[in-house]
């Protein structure tokens, strides 16, 4: 009895050990959706496999950077430069784009298109949240990483008013049941540091991005003190705090780390927080903006471990990387099989015209739709792109999808 016993522990310890990510994440974050997800890939449960791409073991995510001594954009290459031209004739003139071959064994190649373009970033700009509250959890574990990592797993916070309002729904699972549903934020719900960052990379949930901006925050204000904040005490700081400082903070808190890095207020920087709710406690300041240039620089920091440090680069990295679902620029076929770290962001808005009527991402006032994507083949080719756009009226989705079939086949030739 005790050796079947030993056998199914051996078994189970197994199971665990070969998952593929982000199904395995969940022994490291306590995520819960990746619990689901894991059920999922055992047949314990019903639901939709991951494609072959997203597939990747958590042990198998490395920074692709780190010893290559690669400071700022490289100079354009000629081949490169040329072929990527040859994508755009056809393409709306607002296209920006900047891409960076790193493929294992190569000389590092780079070519752009209107690199400095400015674009409302939308939903891109959250991988600069992330940064923004890494970097205050250094400041609380200077000498420790799985204490930060402990921190972001058991620290549990309310959304409250600060998650509202917002349509992107997130997954709620229940370990007990088994049971998965989706719905959008509300204030009682509650999840941990690493379910927020998760909600806000995975599903773009704005409401979750307000609330680790609003835990970066807290962070600064707190320090040392912040694992054991209760939400009575921040509450009564967000109160008591003039709200003109509170902007000064905020905006400190996620811009001075990217120009720290060479990351200029031009080419990238946030202004406002991403729900009204999070509004009424902090208003907006100064205006967001991205640029190719100014992401790509994020990116090249990201894959050399200096988005703060090794550790909070690559944890970043995987978060990128287990989108619920890919979208836009990542559904091209040609990268099914590859593994994509990836965030999207669009903005729209509309205003009455005659013969128009408005609908999602099909704006005619502003139409922006980005694309950030590191792409890892398993023949070693591996590239990132940042693509920008503001082609009014049409949802430009089906274009971002076709020019990365055609960019992946540039690459790869």
């Not at 997203?54 to 690669?70: C, E, P, W």
């Not at 755009?88 to 190649?109: N, Q, T, W």
């Amino acid at each position: 009895m005790k050796i079947k016993l030993w056998i199914s522990i051996v078994l189970v310890l197994l199971c665990f050990s070969f998952t593929p990510y982000p199904i395995d994440g969940y022994e490291v974050s306590g995520i819960k959706r990746l619990k689901y997800v894991q059920l999922v890939q055992q047949g314990t449960i019903k639901g939709t496999m991951p494609i072959t791409g997203a597939q990747k073991s958590i042990k198998d995510i490395k920074l692709q950077l780190v010893g290559r001594n690669i400071s700022g954009i490289p100079t354009a290459d000629a081949e490169l430069q040329k072929s990527l031209n040859s994508l755009f004739p056809s393409l709306h003139e607002s296209y920006s784009i900047a891409v960076l071959d790193i493929s294992l064994g190569k000389p590092v190649r780079y070519a752009s298109r209107k690199e400095t373009g400015q674009y409302q970033p939308g939903s891109v700009g959250k991988l600069a949240v992330a940064f923004g509250l890494f970097e205050e959890l250094k400041k609380i574990y200077p000498d420790s990483y799985k204490k930060r990592q402990d921190l972001l797993r058991t620290k549990i916070v309310r959304a409250g008013k600060w998650a509202l309002t917002d349509g992107h729904t997130v997954p709620f699972f229940d370990l007990e049941t088994q049971k998965l549903s989706k719905r959008a934020v509300a204030e009682p719900d509650e999840f941990s540091l690493f379910e927020w960052l998760d909600h806000m990379i995975s599903v773009s949930n704005n409401g979750a991005a307000s609330i680790v901006w609003r835990e970066a925050i807290l962070m600064r204000a707190f320090g040392k003190s912040y694992p054991m904040l209760t939400e009575e005490k921040a509450t009564e700081y967000f109160k008591n705090t003039p709200k003109s400082q509170l902007s000064e903070l905020a905006i400190d808190v996620v811009n001075t780390p990217m120009r720290n890095m060479g990351i200029t207020e031009d080419e990238w920087r946030l202004g406002t927080l991403f729900t009204k709710g999070a509004g009424s406690y902090i208003p907006p300041k100064g205006g967001s903006t991205g640029s190719p240039l100014g992401v790509m620089k994020f990116l090249i920091a990201l894959e050399s471990g200096k988005i703060v440090d090794k550790e909070s680069s690559l944890e970043i990295k995987r978060l990128m990387y287990q989108t619920d679902r890919r979208i836009r620029y990542a559904t091209a076929p040609a990268l099914a099989s590859a593994a994509v770290y990836f965030k999207s962001g669009s903005l729209y808005k509309c205003q009455p015209e005659e013969g128009y009527t408005c609908a999602k991402y099909k704006g005619n006032v502003r139409n922006f739709m980005n694309s950030v994507a590191i792409v890892e083949h398993t023949d070693g080719a591996t590239y990132m792109v940042v693509l920008m756009s503001n082609v009014l009226y049409k949802n430009s989705a089906n274009d971002h999808q076709a020019l990365a079939s055609s960019i992946d086949r540039i690459i790869r030739k």
